[in-house]
């Protein structure tokens, strides 16, 4: 596994706020010196980022996910540590860093970008591998949705079976295998037969194309909930809970596309979507299962006019699912 950096204690010194009288999660965490000391750790959750936008451009989108990591991890290691808010078993393992090989060694043209996705997917299946084979549940920041491929496969190994998976997302992110890029994660994964049921909640109408109605039909696997006939907090909740039941069955991932949050800075950006409270709420719910052996969440992109926001964002996200878990599934 190349191209990934720990995240040192110096690193972490270095962008910790410290503040008499109070303790951040920064200061209590745990720390890797390499993979072999996954197995040896105590912590249950293990923290990682995929900084890469190669996904996003090979699907012909928009660049700035690779930006996601590191306002994440400046704001979650400055959050309160607390009696409510802990990240004594949480271990922040670092992040993989494509940023090099995507400038120095291709040309960026679309087929370029799409063999780039398949070694990303490399890289980012062996570390789900290990983490999943150590016992541990891994929480990922980051990058294009493509890499759900990655995670799933590696889960997929781990166990030796394939899993369920419930993406809260406003696309299937289904197309055409003829190519790598963050639009067939999941259609890869169903041809590896990574993926068992798979649920899209928050479908658009407006931006799925007929073929890909046409395939789930013929896939009894794959459902959805639009977002576009459940507008009412009400029924989102009742069929989120719904979709979840259904899922939950199983060992499942949980996939959180930003894109499927209202004006959330995100790879495609939306005036229509989900609330934070609503997906706040979401996390929580799906932490509280038996079941759920991950959560991903991708296609951010860090906002310049307002920096510092999606970073804490992604914080809130991050510490509902585990604490949510931890209290649920106590040791």
């Known amino acids: 596994m190349n191209y990934f950096k720990f995240h040192t204690t110096t690193y972490n010194d270095s962008i910790l706020n410290k503040r008499e009288g109070e303790i951040k999660l920064g200061e209590v965490l745990s720390f890797c010196n390499s993979l072999e000391d996954l197995a040896n750790t105590s912590a249950r959750y293990i923290i990682f980022g995929i900084s890469e936008s190669i996904g996003v451009q090979a699907n012909f989108g928009k660049k700035g996910t690779e930006k996601a990591w590191d306002d994440f991890v400046k704001a979650y290691v400055n959050t309160q540590e607390n009696e409510y808010n802990s990240g004594k078993d949480v271990v922040i393992l670092g992040h993989f860093d494509f940023s090099d090989i995507e400038k120095n060694e291709l040309k960026n043209s ?19 591998e290990k ?7 891994p929480v990922m920041i980051g990058g ?7 995670i799933l496969s590696g889960v997929h190994r781990a166990l030796e079976k394939p899993i369920n998976c419930l993406n809260i997302d406003a696309h299937t992110d289904l197309r055409t295998t003829d190519r790598r890029h963050s639009g067939n994660p999941f259609s890869y994964a169903i041809q590896e037969a990574a993926l068992h049921k798979y649920h ?6 407006n931006y799925t194309p007929q073929y890909i109605f046409k395939a789930i039909k013929e896939q009894p696997q794959i459902t959805f909930d639009f977002y576009d006939t459940m507008l009412t907090s009400k029924e ?16 499942f991932g949980l996939e959180l596309d930003c894109d499927a949050i209202a004006h959330f800075n995100s790879s495609a950006r939306s005036p229509s979507g989900f609330s934070i409270a609503f997906i706040r709420n979401a996390i929580r719910a799906a932490a509280r299962t038996k079941t759920i052996c ?10 310049a006019e307002e ?16 604490n949510t878990h931890r209290e649920y599934h106590s040791l």
Not at 131 to 137: F, L, M, Q, T
Not at 237 to 249: F, P
Request: some cysteine.
């Open 144 to 150: 294009g949705h493509n890499n759900a491929y990655g």
């Open 294 to 303: 991950y959560f991903h969440c991708c296609e951010a992109i860090p906002s």
């Open 236 to 251: 989102q909740t009742e069929n989120y809970q719904t979709a979840l039941a259904k899922i939950s069955t199983d060992t």
């Open 307 to 322: 920096p510092g926001q999606i970073g804490k964002a992604l914080s809130f996200f991050i510490t509902d699912f585990i």
């Open 131 to 137: 983490i999943i084979a150590a016992g541990k549940i």
């Open 200 to 205: 899209v909640f928050g479908l658009h109408k």
């Open 110 to 128: 679309v087929t370029d970008l799409s063999t780039l996705v398949q070694h990303i997917d490399k890289n980012v299946r062996q570390l789900v």
